[in-house]
């Protein structure tokens, strides 16, 4: 094995046994404008997810990405082309923040897509020695070059400030918060976003409790500056939605562990 693929073989190691590092949080100022238009015409996103992702009997959301890529793949790219004809400045806020949040999971299985016999998004991207696609340029709207990193960590947390984006866009892994099966709209939003939450929160790879304590998802590790100032704020953010175990949650002396699971989020 050569001397690059050991180096890339010991980064992915790293990366899948949760040491991932993640972009701050640093406002691309382009798009803080803010219109009238009240939304974006999803239905064509609404029927990919309507005829290619499915529930499994765990509760996952899985893609059929060889049957989408084989039939659909025309359809995906004629989305995506409608949404890049759209300046989202000329959005409503919240029209905004659902346009960004399809863009980016269309964009993830598009992604996907161009790489049918990886098992892993981290082992996808175009650059040598990426881990994952993320810095990748995927598509250009109103002249400006965007990657799936620009549309998370320049524009939907610092430009909107909601801690539940992490629980809507998907990073098609099995241990991401679900694609959700309902395109999001400026008038769903909301409600789609705290259905989000509550059901990873529910579901054991958001948060399980073990013998010592709590195993949680890693994206409370990675993002916890988005959901509180430090560990104890952590815990009281999870036990408000999880009321049910939150004397457990709120006890320090039960220990927090993080688990991910990078296996593509794949039906077929």
């Known amino acids: 094995m050569s001397t690059i ?3 890339a073989a010991a980064v992915l190691f790293f990366v899948v046994g949760g040491a991932h590092a993640v972009p701050d949080s640093v406002a691309w100022n382009f798009w803080r ?7 974006v015409d999803h239905s064509a996103w609404q029927t990919l997810l309507d005829d290619y992702v ?9 893609v059929r990405y060889g049957v989408l890529g084989s039939e659909a793949r025309p359809r995906l790219r004629r ?3 409608q949404l890049a004809a759209v300046d989202p400045r000329s959005l409503t806020r919240g029209a905004q923040q659902a346009y960004w949040i399809n863009l980016y999971n ?5 992604t996907v897509l161009d790489y049918p016999r990886k098992k892993s998004i981290l082992r996808m991207g175009r650059k040598l020695l990426a881990i994952g696609p993320w810095d990748d340029h995927r598509i250009e709207i109103a002249g400006q070059k965007i990657t799936l990193n620009d549309i998370e960590h320049r524009i ?5 400030g909601d801690e539940r984006v992490h629980f809507a866009v998907n990073c098609a892994s099995v241990s991401c918060p679900n694609i959700a099966k309902t395109a999001y709209t400026a008038g769903n939003l909301d409600e789609l976003l705290d259905t989000q939450v509550a059901a990873y929160l529910k579901h054991p790879r958001g948060l399980r409790q073990t013998e010592r ?4 998802s890693t994206i409370f590790d990675w993002y916890r500056i988005d959901f509180a100032a430090d560990e104890k704020g952590l815990r009281e953010w999870l036990a408000a939605r999880r009321p049910d175990i939150a004397p457990g949650l709120q ?3 039960r220990k927090l562990s993080y688990e991910y699971n990078w296996d593509l989020n794949a039906a077929d």
Request: hydrophobic share 45%; no cysteine; charged share 25%.
């Open 5 to 7: 693929r050991v180096f």
């Open 33 to 39: 404008a803010e219109g009238t238009q009240a939304d």
């Open 54 to 62: 499915i529930i499994d009997p765990q509760g996952v959301n899985r």
């Open 79 to 81: 989305y995506l082309d």
């Open 106 to 110: 269309a964009l993830t299985i598009e």
């Open 156 to 160: 939907l947390r610092p430009l909107f």
């Open 213 to 216: 304590g709590f195993e949680l």
């Open 251 to 253: 006890n320090l002396s």
